[in-house]
C-alpha cells in the first residue's frame, strides 16, 4: 500500500516539476496554480506512504536507504511548501522540485521490500542520527536550489543580457538571504546528525571513526559547510562565492547520499 | 444592430491634430444628443486620451453612422473635417470588439503593456454610463474589455519589463536589492537625468539622498530640491561607503571611480552590494568595475540595451495576448448573436411550427375518415393559431428591439420557450 502511494507522489512530483520549469519562462497563473497542486497533491501522498509505513512497521521508516532517501525527499518537498506559503515564490519550485524527484527516482529503483534492522537501530541514538542529518539535508538542498537561482540572476545582471528567466527569478537580496537562512537551519542539524552519528558508533562499535567513505564524506560536507558559515558569519561572505559553496557543499551531500549508499554497494550502518 | 469604432490615435494622426479632437466634459453631452438624433445611433461612448480619440457607436444604421459621426466630431471640436478625415480607421462588429479588447488590454498603446489605458478606458465608460448613453451592448463591451484587460494583465508579463530608462534602473535595482525601501543614493554631479531617477527612486522608498557636485553650491541647491543632503566632492568616498546605488553623471573628461578604488570599498563593505549607474559621457566610472563581485555597474549604452530588451520581452507577451484577445472575441461574439431579434424570431416560429406538425400528425392519424378537403381545414385551422399567436409578439419585438431595453425582450423570449442556438 505504502509503495503505490509513494508511486503517485512520485507522478505528482514529475508534473509539479515540469510545471515549474515552464513556469521559468512562461508567466502563468493556471501553470503556478497547477504546479501547486501537483506538489500539494504529491507531499500528501508521500505523507500517507510515510504513515502506512510507519504504523506497518511500527517504527519510523527509515531503516534503509530506500526510507532514507524517502524521508529526505518528503522532508524537502516540506521545506519547500513551507517557503512558497511564506514569500509567495513559487519559481523556487523549479530548483527544488528537480531535487526532490531525483532523490524519489533514487529511492524508487531501490528494493522497497520491509527493512531488515540491523541491530545497530536498537539504539535510540541511531533513529536521531538518520532524522537529524535528513532534516539537515532537507534544507541544505534548499541552499543550493538557492544558490543555483542566484548564479543564474547573478550572471544576467553581470552581463547585462536579461533573459526570460530574469523577469521570472527573485531578487538577489531575497536569493542570497534565504540561503543564508537555510544555510543556518541546516548545518546545526547536519552537525546534529553528526554528533548524534558518533555516539552511536562509539556505544555499538566502541570507536568514533570507523573509516567508512561515508563517514569521511560526511566529514568533508561538514566542513565545507561550516567553512560557508564561518566566511557568512565572519568574513562578509555573500552574493556568488556564499551561492557557490553552498552548491559544492550540497554536492558533497549528495555523494555522502547516493555516491556510497548506492552506488558503491556499500551501505553504511543500514546492514 | 451594428457595434461601430469611428476614431484615430498615435498611429493615424499627430499630436497637432489629435489634441483639437479631445472631446470631454461639458462638450460630450451636446455630442452625445446630436448622435442620437442626427447620426440614428442608440448606443455611444467617447474614449478620449492623449493618444487616441475614438467614438464607439451602436446603430442600425452603419453606413449613415459613419456619414455622421465625423461630421459630427469635426463639428463638436470645431476642427475643419478635411483636417482628419483621412486619419479616421473605421471598425464594424467582430473588427470594433476586438479594437475595444485590444485598446483596453493596451495592445493598442503607444507604449506596449502601459497600464494608464486601462483606468482611461474605465473612467469613458463611467462618463457615458453617468449620462446614459450606453445601453446593454456597450455596457456589456466595456466591462468585457476591462475584465480581458485584467486577464491580460494577470495572465501575460505584458506590464512587466520597464520600457523607460529610469524604470528600467529601478527594475534593475530591485532585482539586486529586493526592496528599495530604506536604501540610500548617492548622486555625482547634476542632470536632468538624475533627477528624474531621483523622483522615481523616491516613489519607491528610497531614504536618503546624497548629492557631490565639483561645485559645492550647485550641490546644496540640488540636494535642496530633492530634499536630500549636499556633501563636497572630495567626500565622496565615505558616501560611497555608505550608499546602495550610486548615480553618476559629471561632466568630467575621465574616469572618477577607478577599478582599485571599488575594490577597496567593497572590502570595508563587507561584500554588501553595489549599484552603480553611470550615465555621463564620457564615462564617470571604469568599466572594468563590473567585473567585482556584488558591483553592478550600468552605463547609458546598458541601460538602452536593457530597455530595447523589456520592449522585445513585451512584444512576446503581446503575441500571448492576441491568442487570449482571440478567445474573449468569440466569445463575445456569440453572447451578441444571442440577443439578435431576427434569428430568434425564426427560431420561435421553427419551434412553434415543429409542435404543429408533431400535433397534427397524430390528430389526422386519429381521425382517419376525413376527406382530404376536411384534412385541410384542419391544418388551416392549426396553421391559422400559430399565425395569430405570433402576429403581435413579432411585431411588438421588432417594435421594442429599437428601445434600449429591447435586448431584454429577446433574451427573455429565448429564455421562456427555451431556444437555443443550433451551432
Known amino acids: ?271 | 444592430m451594428v457595434i461601430l469604432t469611428v476614431g484615430l490615435n498615435h498611429t493615424t494622426a499627430p499630436v497637432e491634430i489629435r489634441e483639437r479632437l479631445h472631446l470631454s466634459g461639458t462638450a460630450l453631452p451636446p455630442f452625445f444628443e446630436r448622435l442620437v438624433q442626427e447620426g440614428g445611433v442608440n448606443e455611444r461612448l467617447v474614449l478620449s486620451t492623449c493618444n487616441r480619440v475614438e467614438v464607439y457607436a451602436v446603430t442600425e444604421n452603419p453606413e449613415h453612422a459613419q456619414v455622421t459621426i465625423p461630421r459630427l466630431l469635426a463639428e463638436g471640436t470645431r476642427t475643419p473635417l478635411a483636417l482628419f478625415a483621412d486619419r479616421l480607421y473605421w471598425h464594424r462588429h467582430d473588427a470594433a470588439v476586438r479594437h475595444a479588447f485590444r485598446v483596453a488590454a493596451s495592445l493598442d498603446s503607444l507604449v506596449l503593456g502601459e497600464s494608464q489605458i486601462l483606468s482611461q478606458v474605465k473612467a469613458a465608460y463611467e462618463v457615458a454610463r453617468a449620462q446614459g448613453v450606453t445601453g446593454p451592448i456597450l455596457n456589456t463591451l466595456m466591462t468585457r474589455s476591462l475584465g480581458v484587460a485584467k486577464k491580460v494583465r494577470t495572465e501575460t508579463g505584458i506590464g512587466e519589463a520597464a520600457v523607460s530608462i529610469p524604470s528600467a534602473a529601478i527594475g534593475l535595482a530591485k532585482t539586486i536589492f529586493g526592496e528599495l525601501s530604506g536604501r540610500t543614493v548617492l548622486i555625482l554631479g547634476a542632470g536632468e537625468m538624475a533627477e528624474v531617477a531621483v523622483r522615481h527612486l523616491r516613489g519607491e522608498g528610497v531614504q536618503a539622498v546624497v548629492v557631490a557636485h565639483r561645485h559645492f553650491d550647485r550641490a546644496v541647491e540640488m540636494a535642496a530640491q530633492l530634499e536630500g543632503r549636499a556633501v563636497r566632492f572630495d567626500q565622496i568616498h565615505q558616501e560611497l561607503l555608505q550608499a546602495d546605488i550610486v548615480l553618476s553623471s559629471t561632466a568630467a573628461p575621465h574616469h572618477i571611480v577607478h577599478r582599485a578604488d571599488v575594490e577597496e570599498l567593497i572590502r570595508l563593505r563587507r561584500n554588501r552590494p553595489l549599484f552603480l549607474i553611470d550615465i555621463a559621457v564620457p564615462r564617470d566610472i571604469d568599466p572594468a568595475v563590473n567585473e567585482i563581485d556584488n558591483v553592478y555597474l550600468y552605463d547609458i549604452d546598458d541601460l538602452e540595451g536593457v530597455v530595447a530588451g523589456h520592449r522585445l520581452a513585451r512584444e512576446r507577451e503581446a503575441e500571448q495576448a492576441e491568442l487570449l484577445i482571440d478567445r474573449e472575441v468569440v466569445s463575445f461574439l456569440r453572447w451578441l448573436k444571442s440577443l439578435e431579434v431576427v434569428p430568434t424570431l425564426v427560431m420561435l416560429r421553427r419551434h412553434l411550427e415543429e409542435i404543429r406538425e408533431a400535433e397534427l400528425a397524430k390528430a389526422l392519424s386519429r381521425l382517419p375518415g376525413l376527406t382530404s378537403a376536411q384534412q385541410d381545414v384542419v391544418r388551416t385551422l392549426a396553421h391559422g393559431i400559430i399565425n395569430k399567436v405570433l402576429h403581435h409578439p413579432t411585431t411588438e419585438l421588432k417594435r421594442q428591439s429599437v428601445n434600449r431595453d429591447g435586448l431584454l425582450y429577446v433574451s427573455a423570449l429565448r429564455r421562456l420557450f427555451g431556444l437555443q442556438d443550433d451551432d
Open chain 1, 1 to 271: 500500500m505504502d509503495v503505490i502511494f509513494f508511486y503517485g507522489a512520485l507522478i505528482l512530483y514529475v508534473v509539479g516539476t515540469l510545471a515549474y520549469l515552464l513556469l521559468l519562462s512562461i508567466k502563468g497563473g493556471p501553470l503556478a496554480q497547477l504546479g501547486t497542486a501537483a506538489t500539494v497533491g504529491g507531499f500528501a501522498l508521500h505523507t500517507l506512504a510515510l504513515l502506512a509505513r510507519l504504523i506497518a512497521a511500527g517504527r519510523p521508516p527509515l531503516g534503509n536507504t530506500y526510507e532514507a532517501l524517502s524521508f529526505f525527499a518528503w522532508a524537502t518537498v516540506l521545506v519547500y511548501l513551507i517557503l512558497a506559503v511564506r514569500f509567495q515564490r513559487k519559481v523556487i519550485g523549479a530548483f527544488v522540485l528537480p531535487i526532490v524527484l531525483l532523490t524519489a527516482l533514487a529511492a524508487a529503483s531501490l528494493p522497497k521490500g520491509p527493512a531488515v534492522l540491523s541491530p545497530a537501530f536498537q539504539n535510540t541514538w541511531v533513529w536521531l542520527h538518520v532524522t537529524f542529518v535528513l532534516l539537515g539535508s532537507a534544507a541544505l538542498a534548499l541552499t543550493c536550489g538557492v544558490g543555483l537561482m542566484y548564479l543564474l540572476q547573478e550572471r544576467q545582471l553581470k552581463s547585462k543580457s536579461l533573459g526570460v528567466m530574469y523577469y521570472r527569478l527573485p531578487s538577489l537580496d531575497f536569493l542570497d538571504g534565504l540561503g543564508h537562512r537555510a544555510l543556518l537551519v541546516g548545518f546545526p542539524l547536519l552537525t546534529a546528525g553528526l554528533i548524534t552519528g558518533a555516539i552511536q558508533s562509539q556505544a555499538a562499535r566502541g570507536q568514533i571513526l570507523m573509516w567508512d567513505p561515508t563517514q569521511l564524506l560526511s566529514l568533508v560536507t561538514w566542513v565545507i559547510y561550516a567553512g560557508l558559515l564561518q566566511a557568512r558569519l565572519t568574513a562578509g561572505w555573500r552574493g556568488r562565492k556564499a551561492a557557490l559553496l553552498a552548491i559544492l557543499g550540497f554536492s558533497a551531500v549528495l555523494a555522502t547520499f547516493l555516491g556510497v549508499s548506492v552506488l558503491l554497494g556499500r551501505p553504511h550502518t543500514f546492514n
